[in-house]
């Protein structure tokens, strides 16, 4: 079982966010985005997934899980919310959420389907974003320093995803879960992850008025393909989870704990 603590990060959502806030590049801001816009929908599907597989467990399997769903439940709910905060300021910037209204006409398929196909969705999407998480963590000075509020907001997100990466993962196992639809729901979900994510930013690049640009596509192939590429560095541990014994605790969580050790001026335990 992994101790989740729930943080309330000590940063101001008021102050308006930079256009370019992301090193000041145009495709890196538009993909981070993009990926902000996904969260607070995303995210509450994940709680409601973890909530309702945890009812579905017997009491002595509940009580063995009861302080991690706690904990998963209360940081997914404060990303949710700073989230939200910060996609208001892209509105105000003239993007347009797409994305959002899409994942709900596909959430609304799920109503009355059984709890582990839930779970097998979340733990799936709770891999993105972990590799993802541990991806950003190790190579945060591509963050740049722009805005420094946004940056530690991404880290700190990032450090609680790697924490938490296994609590869908052992729902859906404990509930009996099998590897079979385990790994179809990785498919299914990989194809639709990246075309929403392609579809945002290239929307968000639209807006911006940065689409037609080929310093922006120079840029977004060496971001996503280059040495420390996102795909490039991600692919092996996104391919992981196809193996049949493959458990997100066998990646390692360093970079996560690292952050969260040296950053701790940055929040507050909340409960503590
Ligand atoms: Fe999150
Ligand atoms: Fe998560």
Known sequence: MTDLVVRRLLVDMEAPIPRHW?????????????????FPVGEQFFIDSVRNGFKELPPDQQAKF????????GQEATHRRLHSLYN??????????????????????????????????TAANEH???????WMLQNSDLLGNQDVRLKTLW???SAEESEHKSTAFDLY???GGSH????????RITSVFLIDTLRQTVNNLHHDGTLWKWSTWKSGASYLFGKRGLVRQTYRPWRDYFRPDF??????????????????????????
């Open 22 to 38: 992301c090193g000041g590049d145009a495709f890196r801001t538009a993909l981070f985005n993009a990926l902000s816009m996904s």
């Open 155 to 157: 880290l700190w997100h």
């Open 66 to 73: 009861k302080e991690e769903v706690q904990g998963f439940v």
């Open 88 to 121: 208001a300021h892209l509105e105000k910037l003239g993007l347009v959420n797409h994305w959002e209204p899409r994942a709900r006409g596909r959430l609304k398929l799920m109503e009355g389907v059984n709890v582990r196909h839930w779970l097998g969705i």
């Open 180 to 187: 079979e639809w385990r790994l179809k729901w990785m498919r």
């Open 128 to 134: 993105f974003t972990a590799i993802l998480a541990d």
């Open 173 to 175: 196992q404990a509930l």
């Open 247 to 272: 458990h997100p605790n066998q990646h390692d969580s360093t970079a996560s704990q690292r952050w969260l050790v040296d950053n701790r001026a940055q929040f507050t335990p909340v409960g503590a």
